[in-house]
């Protein structure tokens, strides 16, 4: 399939959906006995001629089938894998991807073996989702099934709990490959909903942020008056959906090259990360005024000459020549939406933009409704330079969270926690004294800041939040920054440890042998543990303890608030050290080489000598997650799961709990 051709059928399929719904694939459910307390479920997947379905096991931009079933407590399901058994797949290598294709076609039986444990009747209840193809167009599929089984009158009613997995049982687990985007608890889908909303509303405060910008604001009163004579209010409804369209077409191109099977290199590889900081820092001297960020003039020219064209036509020209126009202002923030989307799977792009583009167009459909109050929006003016100067100095702090990242997953050193903060508070110092008016940049009036009492408040709330940084310098939490910043571990200078430590506290130590890798990775202050799963395990069954596994990465800024405000915890840390064996698993890391003795294999037999793989590979299939932040309380004599998976909790009571859990559950 061409790149060209699988775009189309990005964009094509919704709409065909409406038109022309298509099932290429029917399902049917059967149950046959394996033993007397032993069935073997099975679901047969009849797939139309020339269609073919994705298998199970499919990475890269195709969705894969993913096939679930309710919990119940009248089963459990035999085996440690995630997958049924499914016949061999086809595998196809795509070029233009520079992807394998594994999929099935004809007829396919996926097959799980469960363990009757209820005395009862029960209903089992599943769902199948994933995508069936033909050559340049793709359908989704969703499907949920239920079936009537016996129970089991031999069996004693039993509780759900998790499933038993060995550590020698490590290697014949498939391989998963998962994104940060994949929901895998009703908690994480509930929280990656809000967190969809959330990016939402800051794209919608974007678009605003872009109505103000000089590029845009003055063509608001043009705009309407044109409509006003030629028109009315049909024109300025199409004009407005045009720009939303316009940029949310922009969102699914995004979609695109940007899908689930590119967010992890997004989030942690240091070229996109180092790439977008530069972009940043590129749009900050743009809005600075240094420079301007333009489309060829051709491409501007070509789209107003269509402007004279009559109707609904000359509309949607008029609009993309408004985005065409705009690109030099409101490219920088957009682009900011788009940026901060690039890592957050299919939907995130396309939301970014749809929120953008609604605040962008809301004022031009909004007065044409009500024209008379065109009289009362402010003047263009000076301020509009000052509001795109402002937006600079936000870029650029934001530039440095990019160049962190890398930064601590490659170990350069370069943004410990202190210089991280010495940078933003010079930025927002900077951008104090600018409202004050001390700082001028080439596009900037002259403007006595007395004549503004909004921005006399602005220069108070902004010194502020400089003053609240400077105690950082010396180890002091910032919680409501700690998502933001490098971790605690990062820090030279720390007041805490240096009190700690002269207060006569003996610092934690370790319960066994010296943790490798310590001289590179730290632990949260107060904490001490180990970084490798097998030194962990180790130490936990010499010493009869539970294992608490933190899963966590050193781009994950979820990551950083939990150490910062639940990890760091009195109450928290005095549990973790009495009771536990603490192990810190670092999924993103790039650099740190394994010794020969904690090397492993992978299923396929491939040695794994670099920790951030073994880690990321530990984490997905012996307990099949792939979320970080995510804590889970494990029995070291056979690593079953005492308590948890915990995931994003800053709640310490609830904390407290989900490790008493596991301590009670041994």
């Known amino acids: 399939m061409k790149i060209k051709t ?92 520079d992807d394998t294709e594994r999929f099935l076609v004809g007829k396919a039986d996926f097959k799980r073996t469960l363990r009757i444990v209820g005395n009862s009747d029960f209903e089992l209840k599943g769902n199948i989702e994933g995508q069936a193809c033909i050559e340049g167009r793709c359908v989704p599929l969703s499907e949920h099934f239920m079936l009537n089984v016996k129970g089991n009158p031999n069996a004693t009613p039993q509780q759900p709990h998790g499933t038993t997995v060995t550590k020698t049982e490590i290697d014949t687990v498939p391989p998963v490959e998962k994104t940060e985007t994949t929901t895998l608890t009703t908690t994480n889908t509930e929280k990656a909903e809000m967190s969809l909303w959330l990016f939402f509303l800051l794209a919608f405060g974007g678009g605003l942020l872009g109505i103000l910008t000089p590029c845009v604001f003055p063509m ?69 005024g240094y420079f301007e960020i333009s489309l060829p003039s051709s491409w501007i020219n070509k789209s107003s000459s269509n402007e004279s064209r009559a109707g609904y036509i000359g509309t949607f020209f008029m609009a993309l020549t408004l985005v065409l126009v705009s690109f030099s202002c409101t490219l920088p923030i957009a682009g900011a939406v788009a940026l901060g989307a690039a890592g957050g799977g299919f939907l995130k792009p396309i939301i970014g933009m749809l929120g953008f583009s609604l605040a962008f167009a809301l004022p031009f459909t909004f007065f044409a409704f009500f024209p008379n ?40 050193g370069l943004l410990d926690r202190e210089v991280y903060l010495s940078l933003w508070i010079v930025i927002f110092s900077l951008l104090g004294f600018y409202l004050l008016g001390k700082i001028r940049f080439p596009l900037d009036d002259e403007q006595p800041v007395q004549k503004s009492w909004f921005k006399f408040f602005l220069v108070i709330a902004n010194f502020s939040f400089v003053v609240y940084m400077i105690p950082g310098l010396w180890g002091a939490p910032l919680n409501a920054l700690s998502g933001w910043l490098p971790p605690m571990s990062t820090q030279d200078f720390n007041i805490k440890e240096i009190v700690y430590d002269g207060a006569g506290h003996e610092k934690p130590v370790g319960l066994c042998d010296h943790a490798s890798f310590s001289d590179r990775l730290q632990m949260v202050t107060g904490l001490n543990g180990y970084f490798d799963y097998d030194e962990a395990l180790a130490c936990a069954k010499s010493s009869g303890k539970p294992l608490f596994l933190d899963f966590t990465g050193h781009g994950c800024v979820n990551c950083r608030r939990i150490e910062q405000e639940v990890l760091s915890n009195s109450r928290i840390q005095k549990l973790l050290n009495d009771k536990f064996v603490v192990c810190a698993l670092y999924i993103d890391d790039k650099i740190i080489e394994l010794p020969e003795k904690l090397q492993i294999k992978d299923n396929k037999g491939n040695l794994i000598s670099k920790l951030g793989i073994k880690n990321t590979y530990i984490q997905n299939t012996l307990f099949q997650e792939n979320s970080q932040p995510c804590y889970i309380v494990i029995n070291p004599e056979d690593e079953s799961i005492l308590s948890g998976p915990i995931f994003y909790e800053t709640n310490v009571d609830v904390f407290e709990e989900f490790l008493k859990k596991g301590v009670e559950n041994k």
Do not use: R
Not at 46 to 66: C, D, F, R
Not at 69 to 96: C, M, R, W
Not at 250 to 271: K, R
Not at 384 to 390: D, E, H, I, Q, S
């Open 220 to 288: 608001i009163p043009m705009t309407i008056s044109y409509f006003m004579k030629h028109g009315g209010k049909k024109q300025a409804i199409f004009y407005g959906f045009s720009i939303v369209f316009i940029y949310v077409l922009i969102g699914i191109v995004l979609s695109a090259i940007f899908g689930q099977g590119f967010a992890n290199f997004i989030s942690t590889h240091w070229l996109p990360n180092m790439l977008f900081a530069f972009i940043f820092i590129i749009f900050a001297i743009s809005l600075f």
């Open 373 to 412: 109050l065109l009289n009362k929006l402010p003047k263009s003016g000076g301020w509009m330079n000052t509001l795109k100067a402002c937006l600079a100095f936000v870029e650029l702090a934001f530039a440095l969270k990019f160049i962190s990242v890398p930064d601590q997953a490659y170990h350069w």
């Open 6 to 97: 699988f775009i189309l059928a990005c964009l094509l399929t919704p709409f065909m959906a409406f038109a022309n719904y298509e099932k290429p694939v029917t399902w049917s459910y059967s149950t046959k006995s394996v033993s007397d307390s032993e069935i073997e479920l099975i679901l047969t997947a009849t797939i139309e001629k020339g269609w073919h379905l994705y298998s199970q096991y499919q990475n890269g931009m195709a969705l894969p089938l993913v096939i679930t079933l309710e919990p119940n407590s009248n089963y459990q399901i035999v085996g440690t894998s995630k997958y049924f058994t499914e016949p061999k797949y086809t595998e196809h290598y795509n070029a233009d991807f």
